[in-house]
């Protein structure tokens, strides 16, 4: 089992800054992937950002050029630093870590924290 706690979400006006973390406990050694997802108000969940074991990452268009994701392995926490942020951000940000064997894999999830950007 792995567990995921989140922190780092607030209110914030345009323009400014947030970073959320993501602490990861227990078989943390079978994640591939981490990474954020998104909901905001009435709508799906969307995919923000995801880096690999490797280190190699992926980011939305929608967040490209303004958040950064990053991981500290020894402290086994990942990172997602918001710049630039938009009323359009505010959401429930959510991490997750994967769990990939082959072709099946397996989310984690974390409780979620709000992120809310005013205008």
């Known amino acids: 089992q792995v567990q995921l706690v989140e922190s780092g979400g607030g209110l914030v006006q345009a323009g400014g800054s947030l970073r959320l973390s993501c602490a990861a406990s227990?078989?943390?050694?079978?994640?591939?992937?981490m990474g954020w997802y998104r909901q905001p108000p009435g709508k799906q969940r969307e995919l923000v950002a995801h880096i690999t074991s490797d280190g190699s990452t992926n980011y939305s268009d929608s967040v490209k050029g303004r958040f950064t994701i990053s991981r500290d392995n020894a402290k086994n926490t990942v990172y997602l630093q918001m710049n630039s942020l938009k009323p359009e951000d505010t959401a429930v940000y959510y991490c997750?870590?994967?769990?990939?064997?082959?072709?099946?894999?397996?989310?984690?999830w974390g409780q979620g924290t709000q992120v809310t950007v005013s205008s």
């Open positions: 227990g078989s943390i050694f079978s994640i591939n992937i």
């Open positions: 997750y870590g994967r769990r990939r064997t082959g072709p099946n894999f397996y989310d984690y």
